[in-house]
T-cell receptor, first 113, second 109 residues
Framework: EAGVAQSPRYKIIEKRQSVAFWCNPI?????LYWYQQILGQGPKLLIQ????????DSQLPKDRFSAERLKGVDSTLKIQPAKLEDSAVYLC???????????FGPGTRLTVT | EDQVTQSPEALRLQEGESSSLNCSYT??????LFWYRQDPGKGPEFLFT???AGEEKEKERLKATLTKKESFLHITAPKPEDSATYLC??????????FGSGTRLQVQP
């Protein structure tokens, strides 16, 4: 079974620029999550999708972050404009249902200079 | 607000020296407690899910237990390949997963 795919793996941008991350979940998984992991901390949930719909985006900074899930499969997370404090690893995860164990991708390491 | 606290922050063991990692939580309506392992540069890897107090699960040298206020991850006779960051997370009715900051384990040969 193929795992969760993410791209790019690394990205360096200047502050005020925009950036987008892509995620392809495990086939058949209805639930998709985006997390932000700052160095030395645990992952923090940004947004949770169930199929096409948003279940929880209470911790997503909506003034600069946006996310969508295309046809209930792939997802993109965008930051516009980026700030220095957005430097982190952005993890995508998926699960069959929201109570099930989540499977994580390798993450995208974002550096904002 | 849901809170998850892991201790110690870092732990160094000799190969074969057993120990336990702690995860204490303050949540309303626990639906499940999850343990993950994270290697440098990789995403977290699922280890266990515990659903109710008194439940125990084992996998190789790892054993996870759950009480009403905390969970322990016991590592028996660890090997250098067990070196990683171990993350604890809780699933509640309000949020899918809230993670602790993790315990960085180093096992020296």
């Amino acid at each position: 079974e193929a795992g969760v795919a993410q791209s790019p793996r690394y990205k360096i941008i200047e502050k005020r620029q925009s950036v987008a991350f892509w995620c392809n979940p495990i086939s058949g998984h209805a639930t998709l999550y985006w997390y932000q992991q700052i160095l030395g901390q645990g992952p923090k949930l940004l947004i949770q999708f169930q199929n096409n719909g948003v279940v929880d985006d209470s911790q997503l900074p909506k003034d600069r972050f946006s996310a969508e899930r295309l046809k209930g499969v792939d997802s993109t997370l965008k930051i516009q404009p980026a700030k220095l404090e957005d430097s982190a690893v952005y993890l995508c995860a998926s699960s069959w249902w929201d109570i099930d164990e989540q499977y994580f991708g390798p993450g995208t390491r974002l550096t904002v200079t | 607000e849901d809170q998850v606290t892991q201790s110690p922050e870092a732990l160094r063991l000799q190969e074969g020296e057993s120990s336990s990692l702690n995860c204490s939580y303050t949540v309303s309506g626990l639906r499940g407690l999850f343990w993950y392992r994270q290697d440098p540069g990789k995403g977290p890897e699922f280890l266990f899910t515990l659903y109710s107090a008194g439940e125990e699960k084992e996998k190789e040298r790892l054993k996870a237990t759950l009480t009403k206020k905390e969970s322990f991850l016991h590592i028996t006779a660890p090997k250098p390949e067990d070196s990683a960051t171990y993350l604890c997370a809780v699933h509640t009715g309000r949020r899918a997963l809230t993670f602790g900051s993790g315990t960085r384990l180093q096992v020296q040969p």
